[in-house]
């Protein structure tokens, strides 16, 4: 009778250690991983028309991070503390601190000659920003597969989960998703690799990137609240007794609180964005807007009578298929009951898929309480199933000899079909970014030219002020007296959407008011005419009748 395994016991041999050393292969491997990640990012970020939304609330809390006392707010500020609690729009300063970092190397290049310039300085630093953390991305996307499942395995989902079209086009754009993938995978691999190692250590390392993807969105404490369950549950496995769990807990404990501790009393909470309010009940859901083109996949609930439940199903059940891009969905669904029976013999599995279904979890909250889910959302769970999908496609002894048998399962068949699926990402991947809005670039560079600083500009979707630099560094307020009144709309704009555009209703004012009637100065459409953007229209309103 064998004796049972002592709590010092290596881990299976299918997870073996790192070297400490890097071997040739891990370097090719990784050098192949940052060469496919450059060649998406480079032309996603030479074939963008404008940034996203939200890449301009980052564009001007970095400014407002650079020189507070001008920072344009509701609040004057004076100090980068301030800008933490009373910063326009309100978010948390990891990655508008990355984007500064990034952006005194883009003005040393280019020095920005007027405030316009300096706009466009800024959303270019946001791609950059986030183009540098997809390329940091695959190292620990790399090793944490490796450790896992093998290097084919690693190689495979790193690979695939830089060109996945939403992926690879939310990572070249100016929004936070990459940075925080780079944290989050970064605490997962610490916390598989110390549930391996049956330590406590890595648990603390993982309650510190914890921390660090908080600092760059609110779920990054999901790093940390996985790491800690997995620390109670812990407590039953008699390879680790009560103690080390307790010490594990602890350990994940102090490690968050030490990154996200200062700003949680900075700002007396754990966030300050809608969306957590929303969740939480005290904001109303935002409402579907008319048919149009979004900025991204979004599933809106059309409010009509049925179950919530059912709806919520469908919205996560369409998204996450256009996330995974449809087969590696398939792989990951068919890898899944494998990796929860491997929990036996590698219970650092279970750190992976803990964190997908915590992430599953929220996203279902938020779609049951908001209304509204995008593909974005889903992303992390997509950074997983690819590990998954990886290990059914490279794992031919274990899945598919026993159905198939001979040729059809040999390593040469895995790469020919992985090979497929990676190809079939790249049409989609390489669609030009925003095309559609490009519009709002165009009218802004028209009021850079047109309008003086004695005009209103009333845009509720903020790109074009922030191109003709009105609002680099946040919406100024009015001017007392103006000369004109200007009104940014996309024709067919409704009262919808005046919770996420606040401006809106002033704008259709303007563009509506049959007493004193605007003229159009300017107005734009797709010159393709492919039906998939609205026109925009700039009106212009005489503000002295």
Known sequence: MSSPPSPTARPPAEAAPTRRRLPWADGAALAGLALISV???????THTFTTARDSIGFAQLALQYEDPARAAVKFPCATALDVVRQGEPPHPPGYPL??????????????????????????????????????????????????????????????????????????????TEAWYLVFVAFGLGSGVIAVQANGVRG???????????????????????????????????RRVGVPRALRRGLAVTLGTAL??????????????????????????????????????????????????????????????????????????????????????TDPAVGVLLLLAGLNLAVVALLAAKVGYL?????????????????????????????????????????????AVIFASCLPATAKPLHEDRHGHRVLGEYLKANAT??????????????????????????????RYRWAVLEEGEKDHATFTKPRLTSALNVAR?????????????????????????????????
């Open 203 to 237: 648990f603390f390392t993982a309650g510190l990137f914890g921390g660090l993807a908080y600092l760059v969105r609110p779920e990054g404490l999901l790093v940390s609240l996985t790491m800690g369950l997995f620390a109670v549950v812990s407590a039953l496995d």
């Open 374 to 418: 995008s593909e974005r959302h889903l992303l992390p769970i997509a950074f997983v199933g690819c590990f998954l999908a990886a290990y059914v496609m490279f794992g031919t002894r274990d899945f598919w000899r026993p159905i198939f048998g001979g040729p059809l399962t040999t390593p040469a068949a895995s790469w020919v079909l992985y």
């Open 453 to 482: 600083p004695e005009d209103v500009i009333l845009d509720p979707y903020n790109w074009a002020q922030f191109y003709s630099g009105r609002s680099v560094r946040g919406v100024p307020p009015d001017p007392p007296a103006p």
């Open 39 to 45: 060649a998406a990012h480079a032309w996603l970020y």
């Open 98 to 175: 990355i984007v500064l970092a990034v952006s005194k190397v883009v003005r040393a290049v280019a020095t920005p000659a007027d405030d316009g310039e300096l706009a466009a300085a800024m959303l270019r630093s946001t791609q950059l920003a986030s183009m540098l953390g997809a390329l940091v991305l695959v190292v620990p996307s790399y090793f944490l597969g490796r450790r896992l499942f093998g290097p084919a395995q690693g190689f495979a989902a790193a690979a695939l989960f830089q060109v996945l079209p939403v992926s690879a086009r939310v990572t070249s754009d100016g929004l």
């Open 259 to 344: 990154i996200a501790g200062p700003y949680m009393a900075a700002i007396g909470g754990v966030t300050l964005k809608n969306a957590a309010a929303a969740m939480a009940g005290s904001v109303v859901a935002v409402p579907a807007p008319p048919p149009g083109p979004a900025l991204f996949g979004a599933t809106f609930d059309p409010g009509r009578d049925g179950s919530k439940l059912q709806w919520v199903a469908k919205a996560i059940a369409l998204e996450a298929t256009k996330t995974f891009h449809y087969a590696p969905l398939g792989f990951a669904l068919i890898a899944l009951p494998f990796a929860v029976r491997r929990l036996r």
């Open 513 to 545: 008011d049959q007493i004193n009637k605007p003229v159009v100065a300017l107005e734009w459409s797709d010159p393709a005419d492919s039906g998939k953007a609205r026109k925009i229209v700039l009106y212009r309103q005489d503000a002295s009748k």
